[in-house]
Every structure is written in C-alpha cells, then in structure tokens.
C-alpha cells in the first residue's frame, strides 16, 4: 500500500463538467506535486506545491486548477477539458521540494482520468 | 526538456539472470540520479538513489552505477523474478534542483 493516498481511482467526466482530484499524505511532508502520465510514456511534471504554496506551474493550461488546503491535501480541480487530458494523474510527496538524497518523492497509485 | 533517457524501450530476461538497464543524461551539472518501477495499475515506486559524489550503491538485489566521464546510469536487479516485471525509469533534478524530470522508461520482462 502506499503512504500517499488518491481519490477516485477512476475518473470519467464529460467536457463541459467540473471535478476534483483529491491526494492526502501524513507522512509531513512538505512538498507535494501533481504529474500527468499518458500510456507508455513517463510522467510529466505539472505543479509543485512546497509549505503549502505553489512554487512551480509548468504552463499547465488553466483548465487545470491547483489548491493545497493544508500541508496533508493536495487537489486539482478540473474545468472544460479536452479528450486530451485524457490520462492518469499521480500526487506525489517528499519531505522538501525536490526530493533528494535519502528523502525520494513518494507516488500515489493515481486517478486514471477518462474525458468524454 | 527531459535530462535524462534510457537505451531501450524493452528488456526480456528469464528469471534467475540478472537484468541491466541503462539510462544517459545530458546535463553534466546533474548531482543526484533515482530510480523507478511502475508496475500495471501503480505509481511509481521508489528503489534506490545516489549521488554524483558516488560511483555505486547497493540494495536489496539492486545496485545503481554511475560513470560521469561518459554521463551514464545503469540499474543491475539480481537474479531477476517474476515479480521485478515492471517499467522502470531513472530521474534526475531540473536545473533548479526543485523538481525530479523523468526519463523515457525501460519495460522489463521476466519469464519463468
């Protein structure tokens, strides 16, 4: 089992819908992130969140919102998206932002997102 | 983009042999290096992680080398089983050193 925990597992949403993916870790760490993975490609790094702040967006289209509540939670909440983004969305945690020698980043199993 | 990539795409090893995977990285400043394996339906999954400051490091059935001179990275997983079939990726810092870039993946396949 994995110490970083999403929700839904599974997600399929129409373009015009509105919804949120939830990550929760309590290992306290401070650093938490959202990547993308398509199939049979690495993930990709969307945002980074360090004590509760957004230190990195890396020109994710707005359609894709982020929001850390507390030092525990991570969501993104989702708006008019495309088939595209069609795709599994890993949270992941570290202690600091970056990770580092001895204190790797920490993967959720995902939420495997489908847009109709 | 990327910093780091690996050799291939597939590597098919029956169980018992020892696998290697390789990974190159272009950024020369890159000072920590660590691997992954995803298995079916999972996140990735920390293995182990090493230092520029190091040529080798050691875990459980796995040891992770890295040659500097010639900007390479490899994973050896020993007497390979089942269970090790997964897609494995080596992953660096960006530039900042605020964030871990991925490298391209190797899916390893174990036969009995």
């Known amino acids: 089992d994995t110490e970083v925990t999403q929700t839904p597992k599974h997600l399929v949403m129409g373009m015009t819908n509105k919804k949120s993916l939830k990550c929760e870790q309590h290992?306290?760490?401070?650093?938490m992130y959202w990547y993308k993975q398509k199939a049979k490609k690495p993930p990709e790094l969307m945002f980074v969140?360090?004590?509760?702040?957004?230190?990195i967006n890396e020109s994710v289209p707005s359609r894709f919102s982020p929001e850390c509540p507390n030092s525990s939670l991570l969501n993104l909440h989702l708006h008019a998206l495309q088939p595209e983004d069609s795709a599994l969305y890993l949270c992941?945690?570290?202690?600091?932002?970056?990770?580092?020698?001895?204190?790797?980043?920490?993967f959720g199993n995902g939420t495997r997102l489908t847009v109709t | 983009g990327e910093s780091v990539g690996l050799h291939l795409p597939t590597l098919s090893v029956q169980e018992g042999d020892n696998s290697i995977i390789n990974c190159a990285y272009s950024n020369s400043a890159s000072d920590y290096f660590i691997w992954y394996k995803q298995e079916s339906g999972k996140g990735p999954q920390f293995i182990i992680d090493i230092r520029s400051n190091m040529d080798k490091r050691q875990g459980q059935r796995v040891t992770v080398l890295l040659n500097k001179t010639v900007k390479h990275l490899s994973l050896q997983i020993a007497a390979t089983q089942p269970g090790d079939s997964a897609v494995y990726f080596c992953a660096d810092l960006n530039q900042a050193g605020t964030a871990l870039i991925f490298g391209k993946g190797t899916t390893l396949s174990v036969s009995s």
């Open positions: 992941a945690s570290s202690q600091t932002q970056g990770g580092g020698y001895n204190s790797p980043l920490h």
């Open positions: 969140y360090s004590y509760e702040k957004l230190s």
């Open positions: 290992m306290g760490h401070r650093a």
